[in-house]
């Protein structure tokens, strides 16, 4: 048992879901496991207390640390003394606001999946929570993990691509093609069911990302946008394609695509922006490359590891230029970042700037704001919809 | 000089327009000598006499065929024994309306550049014209000429991709990124003027490409467009960035992009169609391969000249896999395919079917419909509009 | 009939084989139509009359001018006031010799396939012969041709990689990866036959293109090679794979691999050069694009008809970036620069120094030193052979 | 202190080398760390008293288990109860063979770097070493942990391209294009040291890696190979630049290029297989796909992740097709093979077969023999040079 445990200084932490097969769970696991700095010593796997026992069983928890109800697992970690530091939610989106408030209020710092809640509602309370808690809330949008993403991030900011005029984000998946919710499928079923996704489809599971990933890069805000969202398979009960325009506060435009019902697309998020000056590509599936293209000159193929990146993509650097980094690695850039957050408190100084790059809270709200927004453009056959960049500053 | 020659059965051919320095006319000229069944004996490069002669000179005419005036040209050749059979007009859009219609009233195929005309109405009515002539019409949508394209289409059609549900097609370019029609640069110059291009920039200039080529490949009509067109250039007169959704009869969705101003974009044309069993892709900088992938399976790089081609495909193929070919072939296909008509015009027979995959004044008129449409739901905010792709069935 | 024709300053042009079904043929005539430089009036397209009638007659040929024999050609042609200037000879490499003295001796230019002879003593004979002639004598290496291949040689020639340490060739091809020479494919009849193509099979005829190319970017002369030249496919009387190594007088080495048995590979010449300050890659499947790397740069994307590029690539081009250019494009130059010296030698000036591009019969000789010396070291277990770089300076 | 700790049935793991500032031992430790399956416990991080007590503890290690001597390691970890039971020699390439000695000698299982030892005669005695302890004996080859170079390797065992004919591999970095090692470049200093590192340089470090992956993949035997190895930094000691071709049992022949002086490339890793009926691709740096080309047919782009993969591949795979795996990944494979031997050596049963993948001593031992092999044959200025496949068998 772990009881005798010297956590030799690493972050005590616990889970919330992710049990046996589940699949973004075991990413978290390996990415907080990547750097050393985080150590599981609890969790509530799953509420059925046999389901629960196998999981920490199989994750050498503590049975005693081994929950089946979230509340309890905040109020007895809380008042442990050697009790988590930071717990990780990866259940299902209609929960997370709960667990999330559960925890935020036993002073326990939150690191939750997107989409943040299951309505717009949800988010706006959770911002007032988080903040009137004062914990640490990180929300795993994991692709601004990427090295060349935070670079892509800095180009922008550094003017290289002078003042931006158009943004197209796209993410394409093809597993939703059939509709296999319909069969023993567990990810696909309650994915699609909006009383646990919420009555976003598509747009919220991935267009969030696409959202977030155009956002983090140009640091522009969407004013209006306008979207239709269809459902393509017979019989689905949320929207499994999004295509949506955006108009930005700087007379920039853009258009974002999300789909899950696109063959041949496995993971496929895109992001090009366009400015005065010249653009950049990045592609999640290549993510160790970004191309920059000035305006009438050569494209350029940076590689992560590469000379001349931003000190914030080679602070997320793990390995020499050619030696592949992948999903989990960007994944890892959260939990390090959140890692350098927490031991910033525990030692009672400012945390390395760079490591506000995790998304918080509020990024994970305005991810709500866009689905919502999405949903009534669409149900209005397109009608432009107005956004607040501000909404929560 | 030419008067003695016996042109030995090949085509009688004029060309009004692409004089010295004009780039699309040296293209029509190379693509129509690729076969040789094609020999160059008028023209009318310029109405400016001087031009016209140096022109005419350079091409090897016969001084007695180099016009400064159409409309004497059609007149002349019509009556001439050895007159010409077919002119390529290739002049600025708004003289497509008129100098078509000269040649079709004096009874001479025409081969026409796009957008066909200035406006809907001039299109509406050169299809009526056209059809009273009983001349053959010819629109130079040059990508449709790709051996691929064909293959592609009929991949479509044959069912292998299932019923239709998105369809992704784009127009990239950077040429107009800067304010470039205020220095000399011609081709800016008439293409920005509405006076000369029409009231559509972008979308009718490259916009257009798009709009046929999805309905080229997919078979399928646009019910309804919403679009947002815009100046991105200060001082620009027209749009040089077009987003617009679609709609298709069957219910599929669609978004088609085409912009001027895209850094790093050189000729930016991709289309991808997604459908039920499976997609393709298209890239026109990258003609000679083609993406097909099976729901479910992996993604298969076919090649022109390959195994397993369409017939139309191989018609359309002139090298060995792996010899790349171009533009200037595609190019040559649609001349390939005007020579087969015109040739069995002369014998009195039905010309080879796949023939009439060349793009038709109907073809040349719904992209004026497009650009029609697209600037209608661009003025009211980009409400939904109606097309009509039985238009002029 | 063309009697009458005025050619209007176009070049008299005849050709030797390349009738009905012939590959090569139609490139070379295809290439020399582009430009309108050059006008076919005479061939030998066959031995067999009734062949030759019909070729010449697809050929709009006068058929006076049609013949079944090489040395009548050269003669009856050469008497002509109005004779071919200039001679293709596309037949099989056995003949080149042959065809090739009797137009030379009649005063007639040539245009000689690769590998220029199926000798490495015939190719010293045909240097001296045509020296003797004071004849141009332009060989067909067609991947020089492409733009961004005089780009990269004039990139090694200033000096943008520094001293050059490794180069890399390659060039593979699948099409014989079966004995298809037993079947009817009469391609692969006469070149995998001794007697018509020569000893070397793979080496000569795809291999000599690699050696070409590399010789001609880097302006390096190769010292000495090793080779393993191997006959995979049972029963095949020629090499169909042949690996090379090779060293250069300047101290860098060289690695040079063709095979014609390589699943997958199409016409896969690329070639890679590595210098103390940067890098190139040229794929010849792809030749619209040239990878430069600086030494700790990123790689840059180089594009036919973009900015920055020598004029040497610039003369090459005919298309704005982005319209592909390919194989018949790159064969053109050829003839183009042909067409530069003819036209020089009429009016009696200096021909455009770019026009020397255009590879010669020593090009064509030091391909069949290549082929000799592999053979040579092939036959004796790799051993290293010398080559003279200056065996005919 | 770490003492308390009930290591849950995690392997007792320790480390020789990988202080501070060391590239691959922390790559060891994250790849160790993924799946949760070791936790280390003792370290000689350095022979330098001081330097091994701050990377202990940045390792967290009880600093009574912090060596600066692997001898004394050895023996006290043997001793201990909770001593380790595999050890990870990250260490320059001279102390590998002493270091392995001293584990094996004490009952400890071994990882090991490669190249194996510093000589083929240390390989030899190596090998016999391991053989007569009963001890594991990993080498960390990573490339072969990756899921589609183990599926690359199934294809090959099952006939899916036939009788393999050529096989063409390459490994080519830049890092070295400049005397670095003069700098304060510990990485090049070391590497390029013949007391350190061997006597050969590029061959045997990076030219073991690509040796090792033809063999992995295509199961065959070099029975000869003829090498050039060149030294082109002014003042290198060792080779930087290795140019190898080699001949199969099977007669199958094959190409080698590595370089550590080649600009533009980083860790360009390829194999390229070529058989009767197909070809397969492998890049290292785009690690989740591979290419399948049967004879005759249409490119299939493989992806990690993707339907029909092998047991093996599936085996290795952690994520969904589309999120990216990388090096880390790949390494970590390796540790999961020997913890599934390690564990089933615990349990007394036989480990998943799939985990004997994992390089072993011999496959150590034979990246020996090439290199040996190749510095004879450049000796011997390329002369053939036998290698004996099964030599340890």
Redesign the interface.
């Known amino acids: 048992?772990?009881?005798?445990?010297?956590l030799?200084?690493?972050i005590r932490w616990g889970m919330v879901g992710g049990g046996q097969g589940a699949?973004i769970g075991?990413?978290h696991?390996?990415a907080a496991?990547?750097?050393?700095r985080y150590l599981l010593v609890a969790g509530a796997p799953s509420s059925n207390s046999e389901r629960a026992r196998a999981s920490g069983a199989q994750l050498?928890l503590d049975p005693e640390r081994v929950y089946t109800d979230y509340r309890t697992m905040a109020r007895v970690e809380a008042q442990r003394p050697d009790g988590i530091e930071v717990v990780s939610i990866v259940a299902p989106n209609h929960l997370h606001y709960d667990v999330a408030c559960a925890f935020l209020d036993a002073g326990i710092h939150v690191v939750c999946d997107k989409p943040l809640t299951r309505t717009l509602a949800e988010a706006d309370a959770l911002v007032t929570r988080t903040r009137a808690s004062g914990q640490l809330f990180g929300v795993t949008y994991p692709y601004s993990g990427y090295p060349l993403v935070r670079h892509a991030r800095d180009l922008v900011r550094s003017g290289q691509?002078g003042e931006i005029?158009?943004v197209?984000a796209e993410y394409a998946?093809?597993?939703l093609?059939?509709a296999v919710e319909e069969t023993s499928h567990k990810q696909a079923a309650w994915r699609t069911d909006p009383a646990q996704a919420g009555e976003g489809g598509c747009v919220a599971d991935i267009g969030t990302h696409a959202f977030h990933l155009l956002g983090f890069v140009t640091g522009m805000n969407v004013d209006q946008l306008?979207a239709?969202l269809?459902r393509?398979v017979p019989g689905r009960r949320v929207d499994d394609?999004a295509?949506v325009?955006l108009?930005f506060a700087n007379g920039a435009?853009g258009?974002l695509?999300a789909?899950q019902?696109?063959?041949?697309?496995?993971?496929?998020l895109m992001l090009r922006v366009?400015?005065?000056?010249?653009?950049l590509?990045f592609q999640?599936?290549?993510?160790?490359e970004l191309?920059?293209?000035?305006?009438?000159?050569?494209?350029?193929?940076?590689?992560r590891?590469?000379?001349?990146l931003s000190p914030a993509a080679l602070r997320a650097t793990?390995?020499?230029?050619?030696?592949?980094?992948?999903?989990?690695?960007a994944f890892g850039q959260l939990y390090r970042d959140m890692a350098d957050q927490v031991e910033a408190r525990r030692h009672g100084r400012l945390p390395d700037p760079m490591s506000l790059l995790l998304p918080d809270v509020v990024d994970g709200a305005n991810g709500m704001q866009f689905v919502d927004a999405a949903l009534r453009s669409s149900r209005e056959?397109?009608a432009?919809v107005e956004m607040d960049g501000t909404r929560w500053r």
Chains 1, 2, 3, 4 share one sequence.
Not at 1 to 6: A, K, Q, R, S
Not at 274 to 279: A, K, P, Y
Not at 284 to 288: R, T, V
Not at 305 to 308: A, I, M, S
Request: glycine letters at 14%.
């Open positions: 048992m772990n009881e005798g445990l010297d030799e200084g690493r699949f075991a990413v696991r390996m496991r990547l750097d050393d050498r691509l005029r158009v197209q998946q093809d597993w093609a059939d306008s239709e269809t393509f394609d295509q325009r108009r435009r258009m695509w789909s019902v696109a063959p041949g697309c496995q993971n496929g366009f400015g005065t000056e010249g653009s590509t999640q599936e290549k993510p160790d191309w920059l293209t000035p305006l009438r000159g050569a494209p350029q193929r940076l590689t590891g590469g000379l001349g793990r390995l020499p230029a050619g030696h592949p980094e992948g999903f989990v690695e056959d397109g432009w």
